[in-house]
Each structure stands twice: as structure tokens, then as C-alpha cells.
């Protein structure tokens, strides 16, 4: 019955926003099955230091649709986050992060990953059961993993939040905070909480160093982040005058095109093979 009230809800809009509507409907219904049938990867994107080293990488989930092709994160993971399916393909992509680790630690390749966990999979009253079981069962390091949120997951100032994320900390997980600036949160967790890391979000990325805005705001994060002891991560570095600019302003980690695209986990590690590290 939700999808006959979905139907007339839809009947009622304009044709144009019908098929928009219907779009993010198929791609729920397709979303279902897309992990059992899958067509889901994992991508991976290295984070370079000064001295071109890879420090680290995050993990992105991909999806080939088996006719539309593949399908962008921007279209799938909101259908994903509203769904609560983001619960399910979150914790696979958590999976794929420590099979990875351990062929990395075969490669004596000691990088850390980066994952990113939706508030939907915070709200489950047995998320850190779940992450410490997945570290039994696969024997990955938890001091090797990176939390990848957001701002809105710690506006939301719940305390239970608050006391999984210690005792995910407790295990050995670092936190990082995701496109750092967007959100519309108080700077009052930094002092609460031990984040590890704070990436900051590619529209600022991008006007430096033209933009004087961009530039006032990423010095001051840059400033900031060293009275917190905060690692920070530029994401969407595409040209070298970026490069230029937030290494001689003391930013640790940069991951963009210009370094490299996000690509197969395999391509990857094949890769960090063959190179010295
Ligand atoms: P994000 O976590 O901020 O990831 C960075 C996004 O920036 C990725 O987009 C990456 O491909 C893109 N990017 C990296 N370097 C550049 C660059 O130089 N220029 C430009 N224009 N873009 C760059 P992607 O893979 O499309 O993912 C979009 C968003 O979808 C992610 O943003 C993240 O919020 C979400 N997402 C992706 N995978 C997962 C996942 O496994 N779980 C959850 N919860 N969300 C995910
Ligand atoms: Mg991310
Ligand atoms: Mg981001
Ligand atoms: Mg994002």
C-alpha cells in the first residue's frame, strides 16, 4: 500500500517533477537487490602528503546499474540515507574497508582507510556491537580505520552518539569530519570530542588561492585545526597552485584528481605493489 500512496502523491505534481519522483523510486527499488545481485564496488581515493607519500585513502561506494549504467553517490546515497538501506550497504562498504586493510598489511603498506558512516547507521542501538564483531571476524586493525561524518551527526548532540563514538575511539577507531564548514554546527564538539581529523570541503578547495574568501576561510581552519591538534585533509585538489597553496599553509593530506581519480580497490593495491613504499 506505501506504493500506491507514493503513486497518487506523484499524480498530483507537475509532469516534470513525476519523473524525478519516479526516478528516486526506481532507484530505491533497484537499490534493494543491487548488493545481492553485485552490482556494487568499492572505489578507493589515496590522500598524499608533502612528499607525495600516500598517508591514507577513503572508500567510495560505487553502483553499475545493470542498464542505466553506473549510477552517482549524489543520486543513490540520499535514496540510500532516506531508505535506511544506507544501514546494510554501509556496513558492506565497512567490510570491504577491512578485507583491504589486511591485503595492505601483506603489502607492509601501513596506510589507514577512510569510511563513510551515514547518522542511519549511528541510530542503530547495536552499531559498535556490529563494527567490533566485523573486527573479530575479519582480524583487520581498528587503529587503521577512520570514521568519516559529518557536522549534522553531532548537531544532533545525542548523548548516545556521544558514547558510541568513545567507545569506538576505546577500540581504536579515529574519527574525521567530513566536508568541514558546510554543515551548521557549533565548534563546541571539537573541544568535546577527540576527533582525529577534519577534511575540508572541496567548494572551499576550489577558490584557492583567487578567491580571497576561500583563502580567508581555509587559513583560518588551517589555523584552527593546529590548536586542536587536528589532522586536515583538502578534498578536490584538481591544479597545482591548490597544491602550492595548502602545503605552504600547513595542510597534512591532500586527495583530488589531480593525484589521483577514485579507482578499483585491486587497481590500487596492484599498484601500491609494484611501488616502492
Ligand atoms: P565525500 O565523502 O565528500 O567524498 C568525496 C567526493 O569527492 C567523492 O565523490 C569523490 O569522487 C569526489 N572527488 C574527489 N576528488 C575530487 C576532485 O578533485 N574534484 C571533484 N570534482 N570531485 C572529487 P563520490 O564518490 O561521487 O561520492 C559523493 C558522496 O557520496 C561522498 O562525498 C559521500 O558523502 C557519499 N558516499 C560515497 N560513498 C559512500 C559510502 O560508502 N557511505 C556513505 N554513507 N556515503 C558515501
Ligand atoms: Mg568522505
Ligand atoms: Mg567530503
Ligand atoms: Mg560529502
Request: with cysteine; glycine share 6%; charged share 25%.
Amino acid at each position: 500500500h506505501a506504493k500506491s500512496t507514493g503513486a497518487n502523491r506523484v499524480a498530483a505534481f507537475e509532469p516534470g517533477m513525476q519523473t524525478e519522483i519516479e526516478k528516486l523510486f526506481l532507484i530505491e527499488e533497484d537499490l534493494k537487490t543491487a548488493l545481492a545481485l553485485g552490482q556494487l564496488s568499492v572505489h578507493v581515493q589515496p590522500q598524499y602528503n608533502n612528499a607525495r607519500a600516500v598517508i591514507g585513502a577513503e572508500l567510495l561506494m560505487r553502483w553499475t546499474h545493470p542498464e542505466r549504467g553506473p549510477v552517482s553517490p549524489a543520486d543513490f546515497i540520499p535514496v540510500a540515507e532516506t531508505s535506511g538501506l544506507i544501514v546494510p550497504l554501509g556496513e558492506w562498504v565497512l567490510e570491504q574497508a577491512m578485507q583491504t586493510l589486511l591485503a595492505l598489511e601483506r603489502l607492509a603498506c601501513d596506510v589507514s582507510l577512510s569510511v563513510n558512516v551515514s547518522p542511519r547507521q549511528f541510530r542503530q542501538l547495536d552499531f559498535v556491537d556490529r563494527v567490533r564483531a566485523l573486527l573479530q571476524r575479519t582480524g583487520a586493525r581498528a587503529d587503521r580505520l577512520i570514521f568519516e561524518i559529518t557536522e549534522g551527526l553531532l548537531v544532533e548532540r545525542s548523548d548516545s552518539v556521544l558514547v558510541q563514538m568513545n567507545e569506538l575511539i576505546a577500540l581504536g577507531i579515529r574519527f574525521s569530519i567530513d566536508d568541514f564548514g558546510t554543515g551548521f554546527s557549533s565548534l563546541g564538539y571539537l573541544k568535546r570530542l577527540p576527533i582525529h581529523e577534519i577534511k575540508i570541503d572541496r567548494s572551499f578547495i576550489n577558490g584557492v588561492p583567487d578567491d580571497e574568501g576561500d583563502v580567508a576561510i581555509v587559513r583560518s581552519v588551517l589555523l584552527m585545526a593546529r590548536q586542536f591538534r587536528l589532522q586536515v585533509i583538502a578534498e578536490g585538489v584538481e591544479d597545482q597552485r591548490q597544491v602550492d597553496f595548502l602545503f605552504a599553509n600547513g595542510c597534512e593530506g591532500l586527495q583530488g584528481f589531480l593525484f589521483s581519480r577514485p579507482q578499483a580497490v585491486d587497481h590500487w593495491l596492484a599498484e601500491l605493489a609494484l611501488a616502492p613504499h
